[in-house]
């Protein structure tokens, strides 16, 4: 982002382009299909997000915590079940679930016919000092 | 969220959902139509997220920047044109931007037909310490 330029954006023309992209772990042969993290394509500071497509019956092979950061997993498409502290939760299209740093959380595809597709957030924990409309100031 | 939970979910069936809620603004007559913030429903601290439908051509009525949060819009559906610092930028299913703080913005449905379905999200800018895969942890 230049110092003119107050925005950065990113395009796609549908979800499914998510398909295109591969998260690889630096000097690792980690590497997760249909991942895409979106902080340094949008110049993110105060979050991380990604796109992300689980394949029909897909899952999490690992149960994974946070160390400072609140999760928020968003359904975009298809159903998701996701497990926290042993408690399960299913999740549909527009379904939304915060996972605080402690949760110990894994998610798969319910649907063994059609893909999901989510988005995960990050933020610090803690971090947000005004929400709702109170950071915003409208231009006169 | 109680001590013992870890994580709190909301459901919908599909965004078309959003349209059962209306935005009231407290101690002023003010309200939109088809907006819902999440921050109370997932008791989030460090983000704040809305969802949002347009009408057919329906358009923010002003600008507005914000004081400390970053803002990242994700068009779910539809197509949107971001008008930023006089740029214009357009944004179907699944493009995103980053506004900074300082950024003017205003946006509009672009189609005069389709509704236009979207998210808001909020940050505080450079609040984010660990991003990608680094705040993570397995648990073994």
């Given at each position: 982002m230049s110092n003119q330029e107050k925005f950065k954006a990113f395009s796609m023309d549908?979800?499914?382009?998510?398909?295109?992209h591969t998260f690889r772990v630096e000097n690792s042969s980690f590497k997760k299909e249909s991942k895409l993290f979106?902080?340094?394509?949008?110049?993110?500071?105060?979050m991380e997000i990604s796109y992300n497509i689980f394949k029909p019956s897909e899952e999490m092979p690992?149960?994974?915590t946070?160390?400072?950061?609140?999760?928020?997993?968003?359904i975009v498409k298809g159903e998701a079940e996701f497990t926290v502290d042993g408690k399960v939760i299913s999740l549909q299209e527009g379904s939304c679930i915060n996972v605080?740093?402690?949760?110990?959380?894994s998610y798969k595809n319910l649907s063994d016919t059609d893909e999901l597709v989510f988005m995960v957030i990050q933020a610090k924990e803690d971090s947000l000092n005004?929400?709702?409309i109170k950071d915003g100031v409208i231009v006169e």
């Open positions: 549908k979800f499914e382009e998510i398909h295109q979106l902080k340094e394509l949008l110049d993110l500071s105060g690992f149960f994974h946070h160390n400072e950061n609140e999760e928020v997993y968003i605080k740093p402690q949760g110990s959380r005004y929400a709702n």
